[in-house]
């Protein structure tokens, strides 16, 4: 049974920076891809950023350029991290591995 623990959200002042992690159990973490999304209230849960097994990234337009997505193997943990937050990347984070969701953080940036 995978599971799947997000922390490092908060509140933070737009140009500011946080670092999200989520730990993960219950599967071969090194052989999975790992995806961040992200849902606003009121709005579509959206892709945010994901890393392969292999290491390669993608990111969501929006967010290109200020958030780094990174894993760590040894510690089945993935990582993203924010910069210049805008009062618009406002949301819960969720992280996901082989369609399973953990609980989320709050992300809340403001102006």
């Known amino acids: 049974q995978v599971q799947l623990v997000e922390s490092g959200g908060g509140l933070v002042q737009a140009g500011g920076s946080l670092r999200l992690s989520c730990a993960a159990s219950?599967?071969?973490?090194?052989?999975?891809?790992l995806a961040w999304d992200r849902q606003a209230p009121g709005k579509q849960r959206e892709l945010v950023a994901v890393?392969?097994?292999?290491?390669?990234?993608h990111y969501a337009d929006s967010v290109k350029g200020r958030f780094t997505i990174s894993r760590d193997n040894a510690k089945n943990t993935v990582y993203l991290q924010m910069n210049s937050l805008k009062p618009e990347d406002t949301a819960v984070y969720y992280c996901?591995?082989?369609?399973?969701w953990g609980q989320g953080t709050q992300v809340t940036v403001s102006s």
């Open positions: 219950g599967s071969i973490f090194s052989l999975n891809s």
């Open positions: 890393i392969t097994s292999g290491g390669k990234t």
């Open positions: 996901s591995m082989e369609g399973n």
